[in-house]
Structure formats: C-alpha cells, structure tokens
C-alpha cells in the first residue's frame, strides 16, 4: 500500500495518542483513538512568525478553526514546527481550566483610535475608521507624491508614508499588502518576518 507522508503522520499521530491513553490508564475508546481533527476540513497557510516560512494546515470545522499543525507536505518543514509555530492555534483560541478552546480574550475585536495628543483610547466604527484612513493616506501621498529625483530619474514615490506588517499577517495578506503599496507609490515597507 502507497502511504504519504501526511498519511503516515496521522496514522502514528493516532497510535500514539492511543498508547499514551494507554500508559494513562485511561480507555481506550473508538472517541479516543480517533483523531479529533478527522472531520474538519484542512487549510493550507504559512506561519507568520518569520521569515523560514513553514507550512501549516489549519484544521477548520463549522467555520472554525479547531487545530493547527505543521504541514507534512510543505518542502521547507516537512511537518516539523518550532515551538512558535506550534502555538498558532493560540492566535485565536486559549485553553479554559477546563482544557476546552475559548476565543483569546486578548485578541482585538473594536477599532481603537487615539486621537492626536491624546493619552487613551476610543472605540470607533469601522465605516469612520476606513474613511479616515484612506482621507489621510489620499492627503499624505498626493501632497508628498514625486515623479522623478533630484536627478531627474523616474521614481514615482512618495517617502512620507511607511507601513510596517504584523506577525499576525499572513503571507497572502501580505502579498496584497505589498501590491497596493506600491501601486501607492509606498517605498518604505517591512514586516518582522520579512514576508
Ligand atoms: S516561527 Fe518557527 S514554525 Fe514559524 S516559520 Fe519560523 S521557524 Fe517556522
């Protein structure tokens, strides 16, 4: 029989997980020889920590992410996560005092606005917070905006504005990023992974 790598993952996955069970003296149900991630559906990302690049399936059920692991598969780890890659389940979900997976109550779910000299912060809408965005960076790139150097080379830029990338972006949120920027004429851009 022809097993793949991600075939062969799984299948010791669940041995183990059953022999541990075992060791545990805990029963050793069809439940708990299962792996719990057998009916989601597996989506395909790459880790936003830095700049290696793993492959990660993302294990989605009912819309919801119900587990994380390394991507057998992926060229660059072949399944292997290190130990910040292996928490990326963690991005969205905490473990209760119960074991069970509850939304991370320090994830941001409100735009947050702090006005100029201002020292708190207020919850805006996201309508009021996109058109303020797109008036100022409108403002700041046609005001700033330079067709050619002192040299007289075509450059097409503006220097007034940069943007820097979250860790919690992934790679195609960057890549899209990436593409507006420069269609702004955005030079100075960077991300802490480099993507
Ligand atoms: S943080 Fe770890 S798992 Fe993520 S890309 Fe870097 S080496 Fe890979």
Redesign the pocket.
């Known amino acids: 029989m022809k097993i793949s790598r991600r075939d062969f993952l799984k299948l010791t996955g669940a041995v183990a997980g059953t022999a541990a069970l075992a060791g545990l003296g805990l029963p050793e149900t069809a439940e708990a020889a299962a792996v719990p991630i057998q009916y989601a559906k597996e989506v395909t990302t790459i ?1 936003p ?6 492959g990660i399936i993302c294990y989605v059920q009912n819309n919801k992410i119900v587990g994380a692991e390394g991507d057998p598969d992926h060229p660059i ?1 072949e399944g292997a ?2 130990s ?3 928490s990326v389940f963690n991005l969205s979900y905490i473990y209760d005092q119960q074991n069970n997976a509850i939304p991370h109550p320090g994830r941001m779910r409100k735009v947050l606005y702090r006005p100029p000299r201002a020292d708190s912060w207020q919850e805006v809408d996201w309508e009021w917070a996109l058109e303020q965005i797109a008036k100022r960076i409108k403002e700041t790139r046609d005001s700033t905006f330079e067709m050619r150097d002192e040299n007289n080379v075509v450059v097409n830029r503006t220097k007034a504005i940069a943007h820097l990338g979250s860790a919690t972006c992934h790679n195609e949120e960057n890549y899209l990023y990436h593409k507006m920027l420069r269609a702004l004429g955005v030079i100075n851009i960077d991300h802490c992974a480099r993507l």
């Open positions: 880790c920590y830095c700049s290696v690049g793993c780890n996560l290190c910040k890659g292996s």
